[in-house]
């Protein structure tokens, strides 16, 4: 069923995938979404982008992990989580330039996305599909559709925030979106999120349930595609979810 309200889907996401892998050069890049959130609770950027071999530049300067950073150039082979944000940073210029370090030899490690660079004990974390990856960002290979989260925390002495699931379907002859919102743990386990606030355009438009749920009416005559987000404290704000208000 179309949707009324709703822009933009993983779906979608997978879709504009389909269309675009006909040329040569597209079939070893896959569509995935990119989120970049910092513990202050700024989403630097929400994307869909399609990635695969990439080349990047480390540098002496990326000190976070440790060990002895220099300056080189290395290949990144396939679609990685680590490519996916040089694909991000490259249309969103607040994210670049990275900061990298090549001083391991098991993989290249992420200390600063723009001016967001980790100092002290923080720490960028990645995530795939809710879950702590188990692997570098160079070395952890991506599927079509897949959500990456890179996710500068505050601290590697305490334990990670729970990160923020919002999903939004229609209600049938309603004006209004069916708002669910979920917390997912460092592994990746979900349970509904209650008392999140709900904010479309930035005004808060709802609180949901002790189920995660919350009923949202969508304006009519905004200026276009609004993004509803869902924050509670201690959490990491969820992703975005396009909607269109205009009509
Ligand atoms: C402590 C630790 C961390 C700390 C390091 C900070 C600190 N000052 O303690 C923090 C929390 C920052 C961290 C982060 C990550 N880590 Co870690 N970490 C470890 C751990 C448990 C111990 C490392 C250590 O202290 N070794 C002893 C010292 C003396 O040796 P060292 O070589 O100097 O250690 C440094 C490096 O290991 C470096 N480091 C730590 N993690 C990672 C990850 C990557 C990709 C790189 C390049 C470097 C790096 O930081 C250490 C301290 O300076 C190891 C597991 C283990 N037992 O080795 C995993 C381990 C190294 N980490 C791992 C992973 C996957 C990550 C993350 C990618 C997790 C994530 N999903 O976000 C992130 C890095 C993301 C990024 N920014 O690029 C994997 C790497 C596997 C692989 N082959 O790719 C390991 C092996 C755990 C595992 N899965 O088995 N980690």
């Not at 950027?45 to 695969?52: E, F, K, N, W």
């Not at 969103?92 to 967001?116: E, M, Y």
């Not at 979920?182 to 808060?204: C, D, F, W």
Request: hydrophobic share 40%; charged share 25%; aromatic share 4%.
């Amino acid at each position: 069923m179309k949707s009324k309200f709703l822009v933009a889907s993983a779906a979608m996401v997978a879709a504009a995938g389909l269309l675009m892998s006909s040329g040569a050069l597209a079939s070893a890049e896959v569509p995935v979404e990119v989120r970049v959130v910092t513990f202050r609770g700024e989403i630097l950027a929400q994307r869909s982008v399609r990635t695969g071999t990439t080349t990047v530049e480390t540098s002496r300067r990326a000190t976070c992990l440790g060990g002895k950073p220099t300056d080189d150039r290395k290949r990144v082979p396939g679609a990685t989580a680590l490519g996916a944000l040089v694909d991000l940073s490259r249309r969103a210029s607040r994210l670049d330039p990275l900061l990298l370090s090549g001083a391991f030899d098991f993989g290249i490690g992420l200390c600063g996305v723009g001016s967001a660079v980790a100092t002290g004990k923080q720490w960028w974390a990645l995530k795939v599909n809710g879950k702590l990856a188990t692997t570098g960002g160079d070395t952890t290979k991506l599927g079509r559709g897949d959500r990456v989260l890179w996710y500068l925390d505050r601290s590697y002495e305490k334990p990670m925030p729970d990160e923020l699931r919002l999903s939004a379907a229609d209600s049938p002859g309603r004006s209004a979106l069916r708002v669910k919102v979920r917390a997912l743990t460092s592994e990746g386990k979900s349970s509904p999120a209650g008392g999140a606030k709900v904010y479309l355009g930035g005004r808060q438009v709802g609180t949901t349930d002790r189920s995660g749920r919350v009923s949202v009416r969508v304006p009519t005559g905004g200026n276009g595609p609004e993004a509803l987000v869902a924050r509670l404290p201690g959490h990491i704000p969820s992703n975005r979810v396009e909607v269109e208000n205009g009509s």
